[in-house]
C-alpha cells in the first residue's frame, strides 16, 4: 500500500462548528505532516509528527490541533475557525522527518462559512 | 531573505515540444532539490529528486538540472503531451531545519 488517504474530501463548516480532518498511511512511515494550500499558492507546512510526537509546529493559530493517535493515523481538529482558513488541507508522510521525499494525500476541500 | 522562485505562473507549449520550467533560490543551501506534479484539487506527487554534488538526473521523459552556483534547476519535459498539463512545483530542504520549502509553482499547459 502505498497511498496517503484523508477524509473528508470536501468539508463545509461554520465558524461557531468543531470538526476533524483524518489522515491514515500505512507505508511504516514514521514522520507525518499537514499543509495548508491557498489557490495558486505553494503548500505551507503548518505541522510535523517525527514518531508520533510534534516535532514542528509553525506557529499556527490554537483554533488548528494536530494529533497523532498512533503511527498510521493523523488527525486535525478544527474549531472557531475563520472564513480566510478556507483551504486545501494536504496530509504527508514520509519514511522519518528529514527524508527527501514526501508522499501526499489528495487533500481535504474545507470551506468556512 | 529566503526565497524560490519557478519562472513563470504559467507556460503554454504545443505537443511534442520540450517543455523547461526555471526554479531559482536565495540564501539557501540546499543538500537537494525535489520536483512535484500537482493536479488541479489532488495533492504534490513527486517526480525527481536531484543531489547538491549532481548535475543532471533522468527519468523517462523528464530530465532535471541542479545549478549550486547559479542557484538554479531546470526542469525539462520531451516529447510533451497534453496529459503532461499541471502545475510543477519545486521544493528544496531548509538546511538543518527538517522542513521541506515549495516554489509557486509553473502551471504548464501543452496543446494538441
Known amino acids: 500500500d502505498t497511498e496517503v488517504t484523508q477524509t473528508p474530501k470536501h468539508l463545509v463548516m461554520g465558524m461557531t462548528n468543531k470538526k476533524s480532518l483524518k489522515c491514515e498511511q500505512h507505508m511504516g512511515h514514521r514522520a507525518m505532516y499537514w499543509y495548508k494550500q491557498k489557490a495558486k499558492k505553494p503548500p505551507e507546512l503548518m505541522f510535523v509528527?517525527?514518531?508520533?510526537?510534534?516535532?514542528i509546529n509553525e506557529s499556527v493559530p490554537s483554533r488548528f490541533s494536530p494529533e497523532c493517535p498512533n503511527s498510521s493515523l493523523l488527525n486535525l481538529h478544527l474549531h472557531a475557525l475563520q472564513p480566510e482558513d478556507s483551504a486545501l488541507y494536504l496530509c504527508?508522510?514520509?519514511?522519518?522527518?528529514?527524508?527527501?521525499?514526501?508522499?501526499f494525500g489528495p487533500g481535504t476541500r474545507l470551506l468556512v462559512l | 531573505s529566503q526565497k524560490i522562485e519557478q519562472n513563470s505562473e504559467a507556460l503554454n507549449i504545443q505537443e511534442g515540444k520540450t517543455a523547461t520550467l526555471t526554479c531559482n533560490y536565495t540564501n539557501y543551501s540546499p543538500a537537494y532539490l525535489q520536483w512535484y506534479r500537482q493536479d488541479p484539487g489532488r495533492g504534490p506527487v513527486f517526480l525527481l529528486l536531484i543531489r547538491e554534488n549532481e548535475k543532471e538526473k533522468r527519468k523517462e521523459r523528464l530530465k532535471v538540472t541542479f545549478d549550486t552556483t547559479l542557484k538554479q534547476s531546470l526542469f525539462h519535459i520531451t516529447a510533451s503531451q497534453p496529459a503532461d498539463s499541471a502545475t510543477y512545483l519545486c521544493a528544496l530542504d531548509e538546511t538543518g531545519g527538517f522542513k521541506t520549502i515549495f516554489g509557486a509553482g509553473t502551471r504548464l499547459f501543452v496543446k494538441a
Open positions: 509528527y517525527s514518531y508520533e510526537k510534534l516535532s
Open positions: 504527508a508522510s514520509s519514511h522519518r522527518r528529514g527524508e527527501e521525499t514526501q508522499y
